[in-house]
């Protein structure tokens, strides 16, 4: 994970980009830490009972995943862009030892730090232990999560020492250094907080099913899946990044990945079919970016907010359908309506791969996720469930296909995987800090008050507030890191105003995602761009653009819970419909051409505020009213769309029609 990225899944190159090339020796140390951290998740996920006659405490399971991972990221991560890239420094190596030692430690007393309540009074040499823990847990986030990250959680981490003389809305208790090094380390609400408890027993079997499904070939797959099924119709190219990516994204949960991944095959194919390359570039960024908000696998945030909410994590991914059918409808009629009004066809056929020798050589990949939504929806073995994937998929791997894998594939399997589970374990100890100190410092509690007094108690002005916190939270954090940062400070504010918990929730995770295709960060949108040899910037817009509804969806869900899942199947199915037509106006606005009317823009003047109208009853058709922040019926949206879009869209035809019966004579 770099500032934004790995939240979930696969490994692939741009990460590897940042390893150091290891000798045979770490290799082997690394597989072996994978391999006792897979056994370890087996034993105490399934109740396997490897190690008879003894029942491990939470804390222990979790220090001793902390203590094999952690130190693993000291051997890959190099300490700067100078450092040594073919071999481990003797400091590296010396880092790695003492964490490893120190969470022996750690584990080992695991039954009498809980016993004697030490992490709210530790002795002494227990806390100079754990001051060396905390600072080797801070250069790990660095490496792992990057600079900015690395800022954020060394200021929150230290909040608890000055928070008693901070200035009203952010002072909260004080604390000594010695209380709070304790309860960093030694509670089960900071470095063993919510996103190690939810690494521990939710996200493991997750991330190896990822790089499971990238080792074997699922990436091509899926990819030749979308080419074979959309490369011959109009915008082809482009239609088929929206599914390669956005079937990639769910995997991997990893937008800047997912560019790279697919973008390398997509980016070049809608540029041989006439797409700018600022618009490729962009169409891409916004499909990886919708992949890591698309069931069933949504990327490690997901999993932390099932943690919170205390629900199935299947609940979330049902509630994440139609958001992201939304969005990817938008984009799908966006790309379709500027291929119409540019008249750009397909790739030829004898060009593209066959779809039924695609499903002949992939087919157990279907079955695998079969399988997995089988676990996940009927039978609620979420935390099962990737574990049996894995292992179907790696045993049909080898009797069927014809990417069956020798030893060094399979020891290659097991390093990808250390690598991963390692470098997500560093952040999430570290942003566990994050938690550890807001909850010491009651802060969280004292902040809800504030900020809807700041708001004036009015939802729609702390909704508006907290789009703009999550925006600007996700420029300098992972958006693991920047939705319980806003969970544990913003949501309790929003629920306590009325709003439905895990819409607040999904909310802060969307707008938290906006930042990777809007200008001036858009990570998704320059690394599309770098592939594309197009303007970062102008990319950056061009996605901006493709993906706006991506803006409005969580206040749709928001406003109306029903749109989740969280309500009447009737209003689910209603609003479903009105939000699809919406979309599509808006989408064909934004593009300047609707589907059985045309061109929308063939008139000079007249074709701004056409689409201006047509945007506008777009947006009021999508909006669910009837709440107490939409004083307008769903009924009453509906007629003001149909006079305000009908009407414009129904003076667009007549004007194209025009044209064409000039163009004839």
Not at 298 to 307: E, H, L, N, P
Request: with cysteine; aromatic share 12%.
């Amino acid at each position: 994970m770099e500032t934004q990225k790995q939240e979930s899944g696969a490994v692939v190159q741009p990460e590897l980009a940042r390893h150091r090339h290891l000798s045979s020796v770490w290799r082997a140390i690394v597989i072996a830490v994978t391999v006792i951290v897979t056994l370890l998740a087996v034993n105490q996920l399934f109740n396997a009972g490897f190690l008879v006659g003894h029942t491990w405490l939470d804390n222990e399971y979790q220090y001793a995943l902390f203590g094999l991972l952690v130190p693993v990221v000291f051997l890959i991560f190099p300490a700067t862009s100078k450092s040594a890239m073919d071999r481990v420094p003797w400091y590296d190596i010396l880092f790695a030892v003492v964490t490893f030692g120190l969470l022996v430690f750690f584990f080992m007393n695991a039954e009498a730090i809980v016993d004697n309540g030490w992490e709210m009074g530790a002795p002494d040499y227990i806390v100079m232990l754990g001051l060396v823990l905390w600072l080797l847990v801070l250069e790990g986030t660095r490496r792992a999560g990057g600079t900015a990250l690395f800022a954020i959680v060394v200021i929150i981490s230290l909040y608890p020492l000055y928070a008693d003389i901070m200035p009203g809305p952010i002072s909260g208790l004080g604390s000594t250094l010695s209380d709070t090094t304790a309860y960093h380390v030694l509670s089960a609400e900071s470095m063993l907080g919510i996103p190690m408890q939810a690494l521990a027993n939710l996200v493991i079997g997750f991330l190896i099913f990822g790089v499971a499904l990238t080792q074997t070939g699922g990436g091509k797959f899926f990819i030749d899946l979308a080419f074979a099924a959309l490369g011959h119709v109009r915008g082809g190219p482009a239609k088929v990044a929206i599914f390669s990516s956005g079937l990639m994204g769910s995997m991997s949960g990893s937008v800047i990945s997912n560019v790279i991944t697919t973008g390398v095959m997509t980016i070049p194919a809608m540029r041989k079919t006439g797409f700018r390359p600022s618009y490729a570039a962009g169409v891409e960024a916004c499909a990886s970016t919708g992949g890591v908000l698309m069931p069933p696998i949504m990327g490690s945030t997901a999993f932390i907010m099932a943690v919170f909410l205390n629900i199935p994590y299947i609940t979330i991914a049902v509630a994440a359908i139609i958001p992201s059918v939304l969005y990817y409808l938008a984009l799908f009629i966006q790309i379709d309506a500027y291929a119409a009004r540019n008249n750009m066809p397909g790739l030829p056929r004898e060009l593209l791969p066959k779809l039924g020798e695609t499903f002949r050589k992939g087919w157990h990949f279907i079955a695998v996720f079969v399988l997995l939504i089988v676990m996940l929806v009927y039978l609620k073995q979420e935390v099962l469930a990737p574990f049996y994937a894995t292992a179907l998929l790696i045993v049909i791997n080898q009797i069927f296909s014809p990417n069956r894998w020798g030893m060094k594939e399979f020891w290659e399997f097991l390093l990808a995987t250390g690598k991963l589970l390692a470098e997500i374990a560093a952040i999430l100890v570290g942003v566990g800090l994050i938690v550890g100190a807001l909850s010491i410092t009651g802060m969280a509690g004292t902040l809800v008050n504030d900020l809807i007094f700041m708001a004036g108690g009015n939802i729609l002005v702390l909704l508006l507030m907290g789009a703009i916190t999550s925006f600007i939270m996700g420029i300098g954090m992972t958006v693991t890191a920047a939705y319980i940062f806003l969970a544990i400070v913003l949501a309790p504010a929003l629920v306590q105003g009325g709003l439905d918990p895990m819409s607040v929730h999904l909310f802060i995770l969307y707008w938290g995602m906006v930042s990777f295709i809007t200008p001036p960060v858009a990570l998704g949108a320059f690394a599309a761009a770098s592939i594309a040899g197009a303007n970062p910037m102008r990319t950056g817009f061009e996605a901006m653009r493709l993906g706006s509804i991506i803006y409005f969806v969580p206040f749709f869900f928001v406003l109306d819970p029903a749109l989740i899942f969280r309500g009447e199947l009737s209003q689910t199915a209603l609003l479903f419909v009105s939000a699809v037509a919406g979309v599509i106006l808006v989408a064909s606005s934004l593009q300047g051409y609707l589907i059985w009317i045309g061109n929308l823009h063939r008139h000079p003047v007249l074709g701004w505020p056409i689409r201006a109208f047509i945007l506008i009853g777009g947006l009021a058709l999508a909006t669910p009213g009837g709440s107490a922040l939409i004083p307008f019926s769903n009924l009453e949206l509906a007629l003001f769309a149909l006079v305000t879009a009908g009407s414009a869209a129904a003076l667009a035809f007549m004007i194209e029609r025009r044209a064409k019966a000039a163009a004839a004579i």
